[in-house]
């Protein structure tokens, strides 16, 4: 339990009530739009990259949670989960910060989303939909 107080008090620290350009400097910033919601930490964007150019069908890795998964034990919690994301962000407009050449170890970029000014990824885990992780040195750390 002391670790999903630590995570929400950085989400609430680093992210709430800020502006989306706030944030770390190693993130890219894009805007996209939400295609898919395969769960409730992965995601498919279509990403503008600027300039007219698209980067279309990208899955994404919500970085800094790990939600249930949508087969297996955790199904009826994971279909929640991705039901209540899917309600969030499917098919909106929404700005993805990508981790700078950060890659989960499945090759999914790690990402924050960000909708009318809430960080997504904090809101999952507020609303208990999803716990804090973080990974590190290739291992999911708690």
Do not use: C
């Amino acid at each position: 339990m002391g670790m999903l107080k630590t995570m929400k008090s950085f989400f609430k620290k680093d992210f709430e009530d800020q502006p989306v350009s706030a944030g770390p400097a190693n993130f890219y910033k894009y805007n996209a739009i939400v295609a898919e919601v395969y769960d409730g930490d992965t995601v498919t964007l279509d990403i503008d990259l600027g300039f007219g150019v698209w980067k279309t069908g990208e899955k994404i890795r919500l970085n800094g949670l790990n939600a249930p998964e949508v087969r297996g034990d955790e199904k009826t919690a994971g279909l929640k989960s991705r039901d209540y994301l899917r309600e969030m962000i499917l098919g909106k407009q929404v700005v993805l910060q990508t981790i700078k050449d950060k890659q989960g170890k499945y090759g999914r970029y790690l990402g924050v989303i960000i909708i009318n000014g809430i960080n997504v990824n904090a809101q999952l885990i507020l609303d208990g939909m999803a716990e804090p992780r973080v990974y590190q040195k290739g291992q999911w750390e708690q």
